[in-house]
């Protein structure tokens, strides 16, 4: 085999990893989204160190142990809506948004009016949740690091129709152009460099949220993590970022633990236990992660996800890492 087959055979497997990466975290976080860490001692009388049956009282719907939620599903779609374009195309996206298993998901009248009237600015809301950057890997998987304009801008047409806030949008280029580097086979480091100039470049995009950026909450949580590591940085992560809600809180929280822990157990159990909004927190982290180091994704949990939701991501990963531009890569340099 040359260093051409082996460097895409280790793209593909990263690519895979990523994707798996994003589904067991989410399916794991389910059982704890809205927790206090504190709650979740309480309500499941320790520290989640696996799957678990999900205890969730706030939910309209019953979720299974292992289960991906509509991240995952909203995941899979976009996948599938570039796969079959070859491209980021966004009425294309929103059909297969459409398609999707509504479970979990808001109300879908906003998309069936753009695939009706084609007209996207009466689609998007102003909203400033993490639904685009969890499932906006596939667009990481597609693009390439060394050109993040492009990345930026497909960003950009694959969120507009959920996501049009500015905080939403910016957190969602962070976490795609993180994906990018963590396949091609960055260092860490790297990786929160390619997140932070992602998200600066995506401030052009989106309605104006009057909230703090994610590249400012990104470069705070970069320096908590150069100051403290373990327990003290959670706290400070939890007390000057939030695991919340917000992009600006969920997706720099996320990028720290993949990029600090690089194990991608640690950083889905880490996110779990931490509560929040911890089935993005950790799907995050497990898809940025487990493409840093694959091996560090237990293949348990793999299987148990698989089992629960028959997903063929090894075919959807070998697809989208087909319309990726070759390129110089860490390995090359």
């Not at 206090?36 to 520290?47: A, C, N, Q, S």
């Not at 796969?83 to 398609?99: E, H, P």
């Not at 084609?118 to 639904?131: L, M, R, W, Y």
């Not at 960003?155 to 049009?164: E, P, Q």
Request: glycine share 10%; hydrophobic share 45%; with cysteine.
């Amino acid at each position: 085999m040359n260093d051409q087959n082996v460097k895409q055979e280790t793209l593909l497997i990263r690519a895979i990893s990523c994707l798996w990466g994003g589904a067991v975290g989410d399916a794991m976080g389910k059982a704890t989204e809205g927790y206090t860490p504190d709650r979740i001692l309480k309500t499941y009388g320790h520290m989640l160190r696996t799957f678990e049956e999900p205890v969730q009282p706030m939910s309209q719907f019953a979720w299974k142990k292992a289960e991906v939620t509509e991240d995952t599903r909203q995941t899979l779609a976009l996948a599938q809506a570039i796969i079959a374009d070859g491209k980021v195309d966004q009425l294309t996206i929103a059909r297969y948004l459409l398609k999707c298993d509504r479970k979990g998901v808001g109300s879908s009248s906003r998309l069936f009016h753009f695939v009706i009237t084609g007209d996207i600015g009466h689609v998007a809301t102003k909203g400033s949740g993490n639904g685009a950057a969890t499932r906006i890997s596939p667009v990481g998987l597609i693009d390439t690091t060394s050109d993040l304009n492009k990345l930026v801008e497909d960003v950009a047409r694959a969120t507009a129709m959920t996501h049009g806030g500015r905080v939403a949008v910016t957190g969602a280029a962070a976490v795609a152009a993180a994906i990018s580097a963590a396949v091609e086979g960055w260092p860490a480091g790297y990786v929160l460099i390619q997140a932070l100039q992602a998200a600066k470049l995506a401030e052009r995009y989106g309605y104006p949220d009057n909230l703090d950026s994610v590249s400012a909450k990104l470069q705070t949580a970069i320096d908590l993590a150069a100051s403290y590591t373990g327990k003290e940085l959670w706290e400070g992560l939890g007390r000057e970022i939030g695991w919340g809600f917000c992009a600006n809180q969920a997706v720099p929280a996320a990028l720290i633990l993949a990029c600090t822990l690089l194990n991608a157990k640690e950083a889905i159990l880490t996110a779990v236990n931490q509560g929040g909004d911890s089935d993005a927190v950790a799907g995050i982290a497990g898809a940025v992660a487990a493409a840093l180091n694959p091996p560090s994704l237990p293949r348990k949990w793999i299987q148990q996800v698989q089992t629960i939701n028959s997903l063929d991501l090894g075919g959807i990963a070998q697809k989208l890492v087909e319309l990726r531009p070759s390129e110089k890569s860490a390995a090359s340099v």
